[in-house]
């Protein structure tokens, strides 16, 4: 920073205030002091333009990890039935910011703008395609890295599918230009479930994870329900210290946290931590249950949840109803025993034939699972 030298003077005769103005001694060099200092302040943040983006979010880091080591890496308390904070905003690099293709991406660049303008009205995948077929960066199955910077997380984003082929152009409509914005390296892996078994959104994660981590050294997993739209883009989908839950804001709930296990939608947890839980249970066939399993989860392995601040968790929800699928009214018996299945039912049991093609936008990955393929032991 460029150093700003203030000059005082001993009082003299000759340093009258102009009598025009009506002030006293006092009060006019008083008024010309805190000038000055006002003139340090602007030349100071005009300088802090010229620092090095690495730099510069380190200050803005610190600062705000300080601040908030009181809530367990989150950006407002767990305990909160809704997700105001209140803690400021984070602040975001400006406008004419300069970051280098050799140093790490920030988590808050300029390209963030906030607010999406989100378009739910139905598109075919004919012309998703042609919309990114313009773009030569996006290679097949849909991989993306930036090329100014280094990209600050490897995620990978697992989406659950079974008959939404309406949905998944809708999301990735969305979600491809802001994971862009967020210089994140990502792809995406359609979990596809076909067969006459009840619908097993968690073992599809847990299936999603094992392939994918046969593509590239992901660092972070993005587990994330086809029908869910980011309202932000400032909903920053890197993973940190903490599991994350992403949709904390759902507009079919009112915008309102449901309660405070809540857990569902869209989640992230680095490769990490979700090896150390064991992943998602298989035993859970129908809808519902797997979300609060994965946060019984979280919390026995030591594990608190972040969740973001104010509105950048809003989501919009794509209208749908479960076509068929039906409710698993075994999920409490389950939950109650979730620290003790925890070991036996996970990762560790998971057995599954796969059948991987790729589109140029995301890798399909179709399997028909049946409860023989994740057989629990006994606990």
């Not at 010229?50 to 610190?62: K, L, M, N």
């Not at 509105?311 to 929800?317: H, I, L, P, R, V």
């Amino acid at each position: 920073l460029s150093r700003v030298r203030l000059s005082v003077t001993p009082w003299t005769a000759a340093h009258q205030a102009p009598p025009s103005l009506g002030f006293s001694r006092q009060e006019y060099w008083m008024n010309t002091y805190l000038f000055m200092m006002q003139a340090q302040g602007i030349l100071i943040r005009d300088n802090m333009r010229t620092i090095g983006a690495q730099v510069y979010e380190q200050v803005v880091r610190s600062a705000y990890a300080k601040r908030n080591s009181s809530v367990n890496d989150s950006d407002y308390p767990l305990d909160l039935n809704h997700s105001e904070s209140f803690l400021q905003t984070t602040t975001f690099l400006p406008e004419d910011f300069t970051y280098f293709a050799n140093h790490t991406c920030p988590e808050r660049l300029p390209s963030m703008k906030g607010p999406i303008d989100i378009n739910m009205s139905e598109i075919g995948m004919d012309a998703i395609h042609e919309l990114f077929s313009k773009d030569p960066t996006i290679k097949l199955g849909g991989h993306w890295k930036p090329s100014d910077c280094v990209p600050r997380w490897k995620v990978a984003i697992l989406v659950p599918f079974r008959n939404r082929h309406e949905h998944l152009p809708v999301l990735l409509r969305h979600l491809i230009p802001m994971l862009q914005r967020q210089r994140l390296r990502f792809a995406f892996y359609v979990v596809e479930q076909v067969g006459t078994q009840p619908f097993n959104r968690a073992m599809l994660f847990n299936v999603g994870f094992q392939e994918a981590m046969k593509d590239l050294d992901w660092d972070c997993l993005i587990f994330h329900d086809v029908d869910h739209i980011p309202e932000s883009d400032r909903n920053y989908y890197g993973c940190g210290q903490m599991p994350r839950h992403f949709a904390t804001k759902l507009d079919k709930y009112m915008y309102l946290l449901p309660y405070t296990e809540f857990f569902g939608g869209v989640s992230g947890l680095t490769v990490e931590q979700f090896r150390k839980i064991n992943g998602f249970p298989n035993a859970f066939w129908g809808w519902g249950g797997e979300d609060d399993d994965l946060w019984n989860r979280v919390q026995n392995a030591g594990y608190s949840v972040s969740r973001p601040e104010g509105d950048t968790g809003k989501y919009k929800s794509i209208p749908h109803h479960h076509r068929g699928e039906v409710q698993f009214l075994g999920r409490y018996a389950l939950l109650r025993k979730s620290k003790e299945r925890q070991a036996v039912d996970g990762l560790n049991n998971l057995n599954y034939f796969a059948n991987v093609t790729y589109d140029a936008l995301y890798k399909n990955i179709t399997v028909n699972l049946t409860p023989e393929l994740a057989q629990v032991a006994e606990y």
